[in-house]
């Protein structure tokens, strides 16, 4: 019984070390994937131009969202005379 934990052990370290430090597995591809795409010039102004227009888009919902907020809590407090 010990020797089939340890088997089924060994069994899944091999395999997570295999994945993690073979030259081809999807960490290594990842890395290289990586340092290419950010020596590459247009592709770094695309990513900063996609998050600066991601961190814009959620600026103006979130200010939608409290004019919606501020608007109902205030039609509320006028509903029941606070206001």
């Avoid at 591809?29 to 227009?53: E, G, H, P, R």
């Avoid at 103006?60 to 608007?71: C, D, E, S, V, W």
């Amino acid at each position: 019984m010990q020797l089939n934990k340890l088997y089924f052990s060994g069994i899944i370290f091999y395999t997570v070390g295999s994945e993690l430090f073979s030259s081809s597995g999807p960490n290594a591809v990842y890395s290289a994937a990586f340092k290419k795409c950010t020596s590459n010039q247009k592709v770094m102004l695309i990513v900063i131009v996609v998050d600066k227009t991601r961190f814009l888009f959620k600026s103006l919902i979130f200010k939608l969202h409290a004019r919606i907020i501020y608007t109902v809590i205030v039609a509320y407090l006028k509903d029941f005379k606070f206001l």
